[in-house]
């Protein structure tokens, strides 16, 4: 093998490896996102249920205030 085809040989293996990297680094891009969009959804979820607990002490309140009528 001469000088040229070992140069041209690592040159493509180290173009395959930059490229297996960029797809890793896509896929953790993806990964992040999704784990983004489920941390938001979590936090909407939180939020629902706090206000679903304040409408329930609401409730209850006014249910204790009849009672004692």
Do not use: P, Y
């Not at 936090?43 to 304040?54: I, M």
């Not at 409730?59 to 205030?65: I, L, N, Y």
């Amino acid at each position: 093998m001469s000088g040229r085809d070992a140069v041209t040989e690592a040159d493509t293996d180290t173009r395959a490896e930059i490229q297996a990297v960029q797809r890793v680094a896509q896929r953790l891009r993806e990964g992040v996102t999704n784990v983004s969009d489920a941390m938001a959804a979590d936090a909407e979820t939180v939020q629902q249920l706090r206000g679903q607990v304040v409408a329930n002490k609401d409730g209850a309140d006014a249910a204790q205030q009849h009672v004692t009528e």
